[in-house]
C-alpha cells in the first residue's frame, strides 16, 4: 500500500524566507509520481510542482523546487523567496495510474 | 473553458436522505475522481473513471455510487446519507495517466453536512 507523511501539521516563516515542507512516502512500485498542492483559505487546490520517479533531475517551477531524494523517499517542497499568499495548506502526493493518495498537510503562516 | 465545474457549493442533508453531488468538466478530460477532504485530513479517493461507461472504487467508496454516460459528466450519488458523509467533496479530471505529469484539475468543492 502506498502511504504519504508529512510531519509539520504547522509552521511559521518570516516573509522573504526560504521554506521546506516535509513528504516522505512508501511504496513498492517502481514507476510513480509526485504531487504538490496548494490549498488557500477559500479551499480550493491548485496544482504546484510534479516529480516522475525516473527523473534524474529535481524538478522546478518558478519559486518552487522539489527535493527528490529516492533513496530516502523523500519528496521536500522548497519555497523560495515566501511572499503572504504563500500562506495556505501544502499537500503532498503520490500517484501511479489513475490514483492520488494524499498526505494531511502542512499548514504554512508568511508573517510580515 | 470553466474547467471542472461543481454543484451545489453548499448542502444539509437529513440522515437517511439521498442527493447527487454534480460534476462536469470541458477540458476532454478521459479521466475523473472523486475525493472527500474531512476536517484537518487530506483528500481520500472515493472513485474514479477512466472514460465514459467505466468506473472504478478508490479508497473510501463505501455508501456512495457513480455512473460515466458521458465523457463531460460524473456525478455522485449519496443513497442514504449518514453523519460520517460530512465532508468536502472534491471532483477533479486529467488527461491521462498520472505518472505522465498529467496534474489533476480540481472543481472548487462541494461542502456537504448530514445532520
Known amino acids: 500500500a502506498q502511504k504519504i507523511t508529512q510531519t509539520q501539521p504547522g509552521m511559521f516563516v518570516q516573509e522573504k524566507e526560504a521554506v521546506t515542507l516535509d513528504c516522505t512516502y512508501d511504496?513498492?512500485?517502481?514507476?510513480?509520481?509526485l504531487f504538490w498542492y496548494k490549498q488557500p483559505s477559500s479551499g480550493e487546490m491548485i496544482f504546484l510542482i510534479y516529480?516522475?520517479?525516473?527523473?534524474?533531475q529535481n524538478a522546478t517551477e518558478g519559486r518552487y523546487s522539489l527535493n527528490f531524494q529516492k533513496a530516502r523517499k523523500s519528496a521536500n517542497l522548497v519555497i523560495s523567496a515566501s511572499q503572504l499568499g504563500d500562506s495556505a495548506m501544502y499537500f503532498c502526493?503520490?500517484?501511479?495510474?489513475?490514483?492520488?493518495?494524499f498526505g494531511q498537510g502542512t499548514r504554512l503562516t508568511i508573517n510580515p | 473553458n470553466a474547467g471542472v465545474t461543481q454543484t451545489p457549493k453548499f448542502r444539509i442533508l437529513k440522515i437517511g436522505q439521498s442527493m447527487t453531488l454534480q460534476c462536469t468538466q470541458d477540458?476532454?478530460?478521459?479521466?475523473m475522481y472523486w475525493y472527500r477532504q474531512d476536517p484537518g485530513m487530506g483528500l481520500k479517493l472515493i472513485y474514479y473513471?477512466?472514460?465514459?461507461?467505466?468506473?472504478d472504487k478508490g479508497e473510501v467508496p463505501n455508501g456512495y455510487n457513480v455512473s460515466r454516460s458521458t465523457t463531460e459528466d460524473f456525478p455522485l450519488r449519496l443513497e442514504l446519507a449518514a453523519p460520517s458523509q460530512t465532508s468536502v467533496y472534491f471532483c477533479?479530471?486529467?488527461?491521462?495517466?498520472?505518472?505522465?505529469?498529467?496534474?489533476?484539475?480540481f472543481g472548487p468543492g462541494t461542502r456537504l453536512t448530514v445532520l
Open positions: 511504496t513498492s512500485d517502481q514507476s510513480y509520481g
Open positions: 473513471s477512466v472514460g465514459a461507461g467505466i468506473t
Open positions: 477540458m476532454n478530460h478521459n479521466y
Open positions: 516529480q516522475g520517479s525516473y527523473d534524474e
Open positions: 502526493a503520490m500517484g501511479r495510474a489513475q490514483k492520488l493518495v
Open positions: 477533479a479530471s486529467s488527461y491521462s495517466r498520472l505518472a505522465q505529469n498529467n496534474e489533476q484539475f
